[in-house]
């Protein structure tokens, strides 16, 4: 009997634990109203004044996040004029000084889609003939630069946003590059068998293959069909070290560009819940991943916020448009952030007062029913005992299991014959 009561209450407490360890109103995530412009006001803050550490390659990466939010007009500008300037440009456009292979296809086109971007004339920056430079870096096989992917969708993104851009051609370089599982990899140049796809790369491809338009389609569709495979469950994205923020951004946004709204909404997804609240160490900024390394998170915070703008935008490298943007960029309002809209808010409130009671009544309820079932069924016992000799016979001190001397298998007999009983 001992046994019944007890499985009662144990049954009984369990929905009781349940409900009491259940919030009764899901909390958001999203730290703030707003979440892109709180991330460019944290990137604008990182500027020195005219660039970000004074680095073409970080600069043109912030430069995109601040359009893709549409803040920070005046600022975008500061840094494209920084960077027009030969002795600014020349060595990252052009490696051979530093013993490269010449020309950068890739960097070129970077340079060329965020001038472009900007409002600005792509073909002659910086003292360099961007477009014509980098139409002349196309290989008889189609890729363009060192023959990676990565150069090669830079270069093909750089000169849709110009008067020139690439043609069919760009297209079959791309099937040339591809890897055989439909994926892109960082370094490779001949898909072969040994081509590892990553997210990152194919991200871009993605992008550049999706203004090329239908002559590119048998290369994209693999492509985004690799993405979507590669997604994890919580919608993150692995570059070969756990799931990040970078790899997730290049991935969200291309899929953006093909039209996959519900993966690209789990993408940016996870990429909220690595951006810091305000209470964060850095309010606004994304983290690369979470927990961030202890050596280099900090330093990674920069180029992980700079790409995770763009898809929290609702934005993609394909479509991106700055027009309209503010001069300026909104500091983080971690007060209002939290108040949110006042309407809301009351609403949230009248809602989460209304239902707060329910969990509680569902408690009640069920306590009262154990405790109602725990004692008709000890009066069913001692009724049943006053008319049976068969109930009158005590269990051993073994038949329940509770004499500590006794062995795993008396526990498992006793409580059989309780069951038995009770039966």
Request: glycine residues 12%.
């Amino acid at each position: 009997m001992r046994h019944l009561a007890g499985r009662v209450l144990i049954a009984a407490a369990l929905p009781v634990t349940l409900l009491a360890a259940s919030p009764a109103h899901a909390q958001s995530s999203q730290p703030f109203a707003e979440p892109a412009a709180a991330a460019a006001s944290w990137l604008a803050a990182q500027s020195d004044g005219t660039a970000w550490n004074q680095d073409p390659a970080t600069t043109l990466d912030a430069v995109i996040g601040l359009q893709a939010a549409r803040v920070g007009g005046d600022q975008v500008q500061t840094a494209l004029e920084w960077l027009n300037d030969t002795a600014v440009l020349d060595p990252y456009v052009n490696t051979t000084a530093a013993g490269g292979a010449g020309f950068n296809a890739g960097s070129a086109g970077k340079v060329m889609y965020t001038v472009a971007t900007a409002g600005g004339d792509p073909t002659d920056f910086g003292g360099i003939k961007l477009a014509e430079e980098t139409a002349a870096a196309q290989a008889a096989n189609g890729t363009y630069g060192d023959g990676t992917a990565l150069s090669t969708a830079w270069a093909v993104l750089g000169l849709s946003r110009t008067d020139t851009p690439a043609g069919e051609a760009a297209a079959t370089g791309f099937a040339a590059v591809q890897c055989p599982d439909g994926g892109f990899s960082f370094g490779d140049v001949d898909g072969g068998d040994d081509c590892v796809s990553d997210p990152d790369t194919t991200g871009l491809a993605v992008s550049a293959l999706t203004t090329l338009g239908d002559p590119a389609a048998a290369s994209l569709e693999p492509a985004v069909a690799w993405l979507e495979a590669a997604q994890a469950e919580d919608g993150g994205f692995d570059g070969g070290f756990g799931e990040n923020a970078n790899s997730t951004a290049m991935a969200a946004q291309a899929l953006l560009a093909a039209d996959r709204p519900e993966a690209a909404e789990r993408a940016v997804a996870f990429l909220l819940t690595l951006q810091f609240g305000c209470d964060g160490a850095a309010p606004g900024a994304f983290m690369y991943t979470n927990p961030e390394d202890a050596d280099f998170g900090e330093a990674t915070r920069l180029l992980a916020t700079a790409q995770a703008i763009v898809p929290v935008s609702g934005q993609d490298l394909t479509t991106l448009d700055a027009s309209g943007s503010a001069a300026d960029v909104p500091a983080v309002d971690c007060e209002s952030a939290d108040a949110g809209d006042g309407a809301t808010t009351a609403a949230d409130d009248e809602e989460s007062g209304s239902a707060s009671w329910l969990p509680w009544a569902i408690i009640a309820a069920v306590v009262v029913i154990a405790a109602l079932i725990v004692v008709f069924a000890l009066r069913s016992r001692r009724g049943g005992g006053s008319g049976g000799a068969g109930a009158a016979a005590p269990a051993g001190p073994n038949a329940d299991g509770a004499a500590s001397g006794g062995s795993a298998s008396d526990e498992a007999a006793g409580e059989d014959t309780d069951e038995g009983k009770d039966k």
